[in-house]
Each structure stands twice: as structure tokens, then as C-alpha cells.
């Protein structure tokens, strides 16, 4: 139990199992579509193809589509029309037993590269005035900003779960979501606490707050 921690975040306590990256890649993720997991990675570059951030519904924070004037919200039930660039973020990432993808999305994002997707997008069109601009500019723009391979080849202690994009028809490799990390020797992103200290790989104990989404 960690101080100030209210009765919700204390039942909400879950011992994690830690995993390889060939374990990861070898889950049977439909007996684990919720389930997290504790592992060490060294982030090796980041995923060919994929685009760094994602225009993120203000109402979900599920992704949009231009529509009329304004957007559509990808998500049936949702009717949102307005939304902000968020981090959607595709590192491969290696232990010495396999590679596979780990994904970080906005606030994760942000506390691995140290500022907001649109903080990024805004600094690569500096004399734009009008976001939607700058989104439309970012739109057309496929060079990698350098802020992004700031972390490579850095060790990350990280607790993940399957991605539900790893559950449709053509991915036949999973890929895994960021819910917490810390940077070996570095800073905590998320309250946690182990068992043993950091690289002996241990059960572990995480604190999710009672309104988290997997």
C-alpha cells in the first residue's frame, strides 16, 4: 500500500506476471485481452509505416475522420465532431529473446519525449497560425520529428497489455500498450511499487487507479 492511496486504488492492487519478449509474442492473447503484464525492453527503433500521432475525438479519444467542415468520430456510438492530434507512438522493442511493438499513446507519449504531440506538430510549422493547418501540414509531412528517436536504445521497465488492434484479422504478431514505464535509473511514470528492486525481474505490484482503461 503506498501513501495517500484511497480504498478504490488499493483494491484495485493486481500481481503482475513478468514476461519475455518472446513470452509476449507467444501469448494466447485472447485468453489475455485485459490482462498486464511486467517487462524490461530496450527500445530499438521506431515501427516502419506507422504514422506517429493520430487526430484523437475530443468526446473518446478514439481516432476521426475529416467530415464536412468538421469530424467524424470513428466510433459508432460516439457523436463527437471536434478533437486534438494525440501521440500514437510505434516502437519496436528487444530483450535478447525477440522483438516485438510496444505502443504509446498521448500521456505516455508525453512522458516519454517530454512534450505534447501537438506541442511537436506546432514547432515543425512555426509561422502557422490556424491548428487546423498545422494538422493538415502534419497531415502531408512523413519525416520523422527528432524528439522521437531520442529514446532509442534506452531500457524501460514498462507494464503492458495486448492491443485491441492485435485482435483483427491480418495481425498475426501482437503488439502491446503502454500503461506504465520507468526508464532504468530513471523516473517512475505511474504509481507502482515491486518486490525487489529494479532488474530482477519479480512479481509486481501495480496500483490502477478504479477509472483506467486497459
Given at each position: 500500500m503506498l501513501?495517500g492511496?484511497?480504498?478504490a486504488?488499493?483494491s484495485a492492487?493486481?500481481?503482475?506476471d513478468?514476461?519475455?519478449?518472446s ?8 485468453d489475455?485481452?485485459?490482462t498486464k503484464f511486467?517487462?524490461t ?10 504514422r506517429?500521432w493520430f487526430?484523437?475525438?475530443s ?6 475522420i475529416?467530415?464536412?467542415t ?15 492530434p ?7 522493442g528487444?530483450?535478447?529473446?525477440g ?6 499513446f498521448?500521456k505516455f ?5 517530454g ?10 510549422a512555426?509561422?502557422?497560425v490556424?491548428v487546423?493547418e ?5 497531415r502531408m ?7 522521437l528517436?531520442s529514446v532509442?536504445s534506452?531500457?524501460y521497465?514498462?507494464v ?9 484479422p ?12 520507468e526508464m ?5 511514470h505511474?504509481k507502482?511499487t ?7 525481474r ?6 490502477l ?6
Amino acid at each position: 500500500m503506498l501513501p495517500g492511496q484511497t480504498a478504490a486504488e488499493i483494491s484495485a492492487q493486481v500481481d503482475l506476471d513478468t514476461k519475455t519478449i518472446s513470452e509476449l509474442r507467444a501469448l494466447n492473447i485472447w485468453d489475455h485481452r485485459k490482462t498486464k503484464f511486467y517487462c524490461t525492453t530496450v527500445l530499438t527503433n521506431l515501427s516502419p509505416g506507422e504514422r506517429w500521432w493520430f487526430h484523437a475525438c475530443s468526446t473518446c479519444n478514439r481516432g476521426t475522420i475529416p467530415y464536412d467542415t468538421s469530424y467524424k468520430c470513428l466510433e459508432q456510438s460516439c457523436r463527437g465532431t471536434g478533437g486534438t492530434p494525440r501521440y500514437r507512438l510505434s516502437y519496436s522493442g528487444s530483450d535478447g529473446t525477440g522483438e516485438i511493438e510496444f505502443v504509446f499513446f498521448e500521456k505516455f507519449g508525453k512522458d516519454l519525449l517530454g512534450k505534447a504531440a501537438l506541442t511537436i506538430i506546432r514547432s515543425r510549422a512555426p509561422n502557422v497560425v490556424s491548428v487546423e493547418e498545422e494538422i493538415q501540414i502534419a497531415r502531408m509531412d512523413q519525416t520523422i520529428p527528432p524528439e522521437l528517436n531520442s529514446v532509442l536504445s534506452k531500457k524501460y521497465h514498462m507494464v503492458v497489455s495486448v492491443t485491441t488492434r492485435s485482435f483483427e484479422p491480418e495481425s498475426d504478431v501482437p503488439s502491446y500498450q503502454v500503461h506504465r514505464f520507468e526508464m532504468q535509473h530513471g523516473k517512475q511514470h505511474g504509481k507502482w511499487t515491486k518486490n525487489t528492486p529494479l532488474g530482477r525481474r519479480p512479481g509486481l505490484v501495480l496500483v490502477l487507479p478504479s477509472s483506467s482503461v486497459a
